[in-house]
């Protein structure tokens, strides 16, 4: 797959236990995201965050959360985000959780698959 230039970068957040049925909502994002062959998705877990209710979560020993930040990117072209776009809203539909997903635009200086090991 070429891909170069300007693209669309949604950022995802949400929390490590949400789930649908017995799949972490992140896991189900990727999957998703996959099958639609975009370009590429990477999660990251944070180490502390709150959002609209303003509660903290932390991996502060002292401060154990169940529920740590986990934030998803996902990058393409426009038209492929754009199409991406109504799955996110029916997963966390299905999940019934909260969170987050923001869109902007990025610039792809360099897309390649790691070279073979003959």
Do not use: W
């Amino acid at each position: 797959m070429e891909l170069k230039g300007e693209t669309k970068l949604i950022r995802i957040f949400i929390g490590e236990t949400d789930l649908i049925s017995h799949i972490p909502v992140y896991e189900k994002i990727v999957q998703e995201a996959r099958k639609m062959h975009l370009a590429g998705a990477t999660v990251f877990k944070g180490i502390m965050s709150y959002g609209k209710t303003s509660r903290i979560h932390t991996a502060n020993i002292l401060r154990l959360s169940e529920d740590m930040p986990v934030v998803i990117e996902i990058v393409d072209d426009e038209q492929k985000i754009e199409k991406f776009l109504p799955i996110l809203h029916d997963i966390f539909e299905e999940a019934d959780c909260g969170g987050l997903i923001t869109m902007e635009k990025a610039e792809i200086i360099k897309y390649s698959e790691r070279p073979s090991k003959s």
